[in-house]
């Protein structure tokens, strides 16, 4: 079939909703996700969205932004931080109208808590900045927009997955889609697509993705010769439960909890006296492989299995059930513990892309480094950026991310298609995703997809995880190569059209493999280490060599590098201490 909208936005997440709800006010707009919304990973985050509302103590604006450049390591566009951090404020005190049950004070204002990076007045001390809803902000956050989505009379798509973008020349005109529940394939037309697929962190072995992170957008478009940006910069969350990565929010730490070694020693005193448990997330990760590294991790023989713990025990089970009751259930299920009186074991978990689809600050896809857009086509949330994460996102500031750039697409798409015409497509738009989907289901004798996706992730994790050198990276590159020749001789057992999950994996697959590519050969090019890529053969920021963004082109067999400058108009970049 052919639809037609003047808007169609690729995801039901924070961001996609967001930007479907501003749109549908005078657009006629869809939403297409390949999950049935709730279950978008939005749901997932725990801790909270930062506001510099200054409820429980003092906060500016200003030094939010200063904490979101210093912490992306100067990487971060500063206007784009600025402007997040100014209209936080009005993103949060707008969910809130909108029926999002944040956590109150006693006064009954929004309740805030502590989070890594977050700092009064330019790094003197951690600052409560985090606005919550116990530990299920994000579900709050997709509860509160969905509901305001339907209101606006927004069409969904569920379970329809998109496998290709109409883009001709510089003009993007629609997607390619297929029916998960009949195997059919959709053409959308449109005259402004945005997409707002999420993260990809399923390319990790260990990670606090769901097994839906596969980075389906930026692995569409840069197939379609859209350069991605900033790939190398993958963050490692410090906390994943050890073996497992599912995520223990750095709320605990928000609350009081401490990073302890295997002799019960609060060991983030070394590495960041002045913050110590509450230092970004990058150096955090780094410290806890330190410490394992130099044989003070919990079984202690510096391998793969040693782990640390996260120390909740001395804030009580009334505060742990009242404001962490998730992460007090996460413990019991996964590890039989109960955290306050046990401690958790925990791990760094691969849990963040600060890379993605280049975009301004209304979502529009960047083409180039002197900032020429694609026409009618968008991006927000974690599969963009914008890039006000630079090389380390804090915590908290990608919900705010969501609400305040998945707003500025949405208004801008609304305004961009007033009075635009629906764009005409060719009769064969959607063959070439036909002609995939069948070359897939013809193929039922090859290489098991679940071998390739196995080795990918372990080749990732081990080679372009937390600490690399240029010689793992290299091994990385080659090997990825390899796999993405093999790829072509993966077999589909399931050639059925109904919920064909086996389909579905294998196509996913391609687009881990294809992101993971451009990851490792983004990395390896980069030859300084700067937030979350350090690069023990480089361990130094290099500010004169390497202030800049990369812009990376997947080609057939290989990827082409380009530079971005950096917007650096307010604060100087100066050494990074905490
Ligand atoms: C466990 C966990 C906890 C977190 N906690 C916090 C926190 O406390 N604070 C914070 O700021 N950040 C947190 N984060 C990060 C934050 O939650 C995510 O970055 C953010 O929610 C991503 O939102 P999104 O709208 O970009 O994408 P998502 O919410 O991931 O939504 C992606 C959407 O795209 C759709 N989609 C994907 N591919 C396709 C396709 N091919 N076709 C159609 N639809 C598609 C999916 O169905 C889904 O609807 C956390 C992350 C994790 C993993």
């Known amino acids: 079939m052919t639809y ?29 996700s390949k999950l049935y919304p709730m279950r978008s990973h939005t749901g997932a985050a725990q801790g909270g969205i930062s506001a510099a509302l200054g409820n429980v103590e003092e906060d500016l604006p200003e030094w939010h932004a200063f904490d979101t450049v210093k912490g992306g390591d100067y990487l971060t566009d500063q206007s784009a931080a600025l402007l997040l951090a100014e209209d936080a404020i009005r993103a949060v005190i707008d969910l809130e109208h909108r029926g999002l049950p944040f956590n109150r004070t006693a006064e009954g204002k929004i309740d805030q808590r502590r989070f890594g990076g977050h700092t009064r007045n330019f790094g003197e001390a951690a600052v409560m900045r985090s606005c919550f809803a116990a530990d299920r902000t994000g579900h709050m956050i997709l509860q509160t927009l969905y509901q305001q989505c339907i209101k606006n009379e927004v069409s969904f798509f569920d379970e329809f997955q998109v496998l290709d973008v109409i883009i001709e020349g510089r003009q993007c005109k629609g997607i390619v889609v297929i029916e998960l529940s009949t ?14 697929t999420g993260g990809f962190g ?34 490692f969350h410090p906390t994943g439960i050890r073996q497992m990565g599912i995520l223990i929010t750095e709320g605990v730490r928000g609350e009081g909890g401490i990073l302890r070694n295997s002799s019960g020693e609060r060991f983030m005193e070394r590495y960041t006296p002045t913050l110590l448990d509450l230092a970004p997330r990058d150096i955090v990760s780094r410290s806890i492989i330190s410490e394992i590294r130099e044989g003070r991790g919990i079984i202690g023989d510096g391998s793969v299995d040693d782990y640390v713990h996260l120390d909740a025990t001395h804030l009580g089970k009334d505060v742990i059930e009242a404001k962490l009751p998730d992460i007090a259930e996460f413990c019991r299920t996964y590890q039989g513990i109960d955290p306050a009186e046990h401690m958790i074991p925990v791990m760094p978990t691969a849990h963040y892309a600060m890379g993605g689809i280049p975009t301004d600050m209304d979502g529009r896809v960047i083409a180039d480094k002197n900032g020429n857009i694609y026409e009618g086509l968008y991006a927000a949330g974690e599969c963009a950026c914008v890039s006000v994460h630079g090389a380390n996102r804090l915590g908290t500031n990608s919900l705010v991310d969501l609400v305040v750039f998945g707003r500025r697409a949405g208004i801008h798409m609304r305004e961009y298609v007033e009075g635009a015409v629906i764009p005409v497509v060719g009769k064969d738009a959607g063959n070439e995703a036909r002609h995939f989907i069948e070359g897939l289901r013809q193929r039922s004798r090859g290489i098991h997809g679940g071998y390739i996706r196995q080795e990918m992730e372990s080749v990732m994790m081990e080679k372009v995880g937390i600490y690399r050198t240029g010689s793992q990276m290299q091994a990385a590159v080659d090997t990825l190569k390899d796999l993405r ?10 050639t059925k059209n109904r919920f064909n999950t086996d389909l579905l994996e294998i196509i996913e697959l391609r687009n881990l493999l294809d992101l993971a590519y451009i990851t490792a050969c983004s990395a390896h090019n980069r030859e300084e280490s700067r937030g979350a890529h350090y690069r023990e053969d480089y361990p130094g920021r290099n500010d004169e060599g390497w202030l800049k963004h990369t812009l990376a082109w997947l080609e057939k067999d290989s990827v082409k590098i380009n530079y971005k400058p950096v917007d650096i108009s307010r604060w100087e970049p100066k050494p990074r201490v905490y």
Do not use: W
């Not at 990790?204 to 389906?216: E, K, L, P, Q, W």
């Open 4 to 32: 037609e909208y003047e808007v169609v936005v690729v995801g039901a997440g924070g961001a996609g909703l967001y930007a479907a709800l501003e749109a549908s006010k005078t657009a006629r707009t869809a939403v297409i």
């Open 183 to 196: 195997g059919e394939i959709h053409v959308f037309k449109a005259a402004a697509v945005l997409f707002a």
């Open 202 to 235: 399923r390319m990790f072995r260990i990670t606090s993705n769901a097994y839906a992170n596969t980075g389906d957008g930026p692995a569409v478009l840069a197939r379609r010769g859209i350069p991605l940006e900033d790939m190398e910069f993958f963050q």
């Open 485 to 494: 020749e093999q790829y072509s001789e993966a077999a589909v057992q399931d």
